[in-house]
């Protein structure tokens, strides 16, 4: 069909008016998500400021969901992370997983996979904008039966290369965390809708930018679904000495094989990991039940006092005594 020139010079006087008006609607859909996702904010941190009153950890009627505050920041303190999702809601906080640094704040969220020994420091909170975070326990086997429900439509497994990472909150997340926030209001409704909800955030996450780290973890076959039968396998007889070739053969995994996607995904080697295990293990009987430091040390499989001390003042800054007392004397533990 020939078109007339005058047809021709019309349409192209047209065509720049409609890109400016597409480009004027999607600045404008961008303006709106971002007032959208404030307003969801702004309410998700006067929510959780208003049940989490005073510094500390808080654990909600949802038995996997904890409220944590803190009014200033704090030391870099050695702990042990559980797998979880932590939702920072407002302030900003560090984990170092040996070498390796990962700050998130609010509107990002931390994954954690695996259980992974890190030390934690919140380093912007004061009395009148404290830090404020959420909590949320990871049920593995929960996600591997939602996997399996998503199917295709999951996604993709691919080679996790740590057992911990941080993803920036997209508007679906962030509304189903703030409606469980809101269940705490009405304590009747949890046991019927927190689950549905739950539920909801395993998916927004699964689907979120970074939800494919996720997968393989929580999938029952692939290897990195072996190095978390291996974490539980080194959880369960961590005071006894290691044998690489009996773990390998608990999981089904050659020495070298294991030793590569350990370290992969935990950022050490198995029996680093072991003994990072171990000294948390004596740093929480010392603080927390006055256990004696040489009898923290053999509870935990240490037979030399002087190696304990050493290597405890490796990775906590200080001999065990010291350190101890620095954390009966701040009141400060991780």
């Known amino acids: 069909m020939r078109v007339s020139r005058e047809a021709a010079r019309e349409y192209h006087a047209i065509l720049p008016k409609d890109r400016a008006a597409s480009m004027f609607d999607s600045n404008l859909q961008q303006t709106q998500d971002r007032k959208a ?23 909600s009627a949802v038995a996997s969901l904890a409220l944590i505050r803190a009014s200033m920041p704090t030391l ?41 020994p ?36 999951g996604a993709p497994p691919i080679a996790a290369d740590r057992g911990l990472y941080v993803a920036s909150m997209g508007e679906p997340l962030l509304d189903a965390v703030l409606r469980l926030v809101k269940l705490l209001d009405t304590p009747d409704d949890v ?20 939800g494919q780290r996720l ?3 929580a999938a029952g076959d692939g290897s990195n679904h072996r190095i978390v039968r291996a974490i539980e396998w080194l959880k369960q007889r961590y005071t006894t000495p ?48 006055g256990i004696e430091c040489a009898t923290a040390g053999h509870r935990v499989g240490y037979e030399s006092a002087s190696q304990f001390s050493r290597e405890y003042r490796r990775l906590f800054g200080a001999p065990p005594r010291v350190e101890i007392a620095r954390l009966r004397e701040t009141g400060v533990v991780a």
Request: hydrophobic share 45%; net charge neutral; aromatic share 6%.
């Open 37 to 59: 996702i404030a307003e969801r904010q702004q309410d998700l941190a006067a929510r959780v400021a208003r049940l989490a009153p005073v510094d500390g950890v808080h654990q």
């Open 76 to 116: 870099c303190m050695p702990t042990v992370y559980q797998p979880c999702l932590a939702v920072v809601v407002q302030g900003r906080k560090r984990i170092v997983l040996n070498d390796e640094v990962l700050h998130y704040d609010a509107l990002n969220y931390l994954v954690v996979s695996v259980t992974l």
């Open 118 to 153: 890190v030390l934690g420091q919140v380093i912007e909170a004061c009395a009148e904008h404290p830090y404020l975070c959420l909590r949320f326990n990871l049920d593995l086997d929960e996600i591997a039966r939602l996997l399996l429900e998503l199917g295709d439509r």
């Open 191 to 210: 046991p019927v809708l927190a689950p549905v909800i739950q539920r909801e955030i395993y998916y927004r996450v699964l689907r979120g930018e970074l």
């Open 215 to 217: 997968v393989d973890l």
């Open 242 to 289: 290691l044998r690489i070739e009996a773990l390998a053969d608990a999981v089904h995994m050659s020495p070298s094989a294991l030793h590569h996607r350990f370290k992969a995904v935990t950022a050490m080697s198995p029996l680093q990991y072991q003994k990072h295990l171990r000294l948390h293990e004596a740093r929480r009987l010392m603080f927390a039940d």
